[in-house]
């Protein structure tokens, strides 16, 4: 399993990484790890994450 930093994860999904941290603090965003106080990414949770942000139109992504 490849485990991503907070920046290497907001690259990967190409957000900021305090985008990353807003979303993680409010709980809509990716699963992740602590290791101590250090955040950790399972890169296959940012895919699964990534994969339920898919919309078919703009309403429903308002939505969502």
Do not use: I
């Not at 190409?14 to 603090?25: A, C, E, F, G």
């Not at 895919?47 to 969502?64: M, P």
């Amino acid at each position: 399993m490849t485990f991503l930093n907070v920046k290497e994860a907001a690259q990967y999904l190409r957000l900021s990484p305090q985008t990353l941290n807003n979303k993680r603090v409010k709980g809509d965003g990716p699963a992740f790890r602590k290791f101590g106080r250090r955040v950790v990414y399972a890169q296959a949770d940012l895919v699964a994450w990534a994969d339920k942000q898919t919309h078919n139109n703009s309403q429903q992504a308002r939505k969502g």
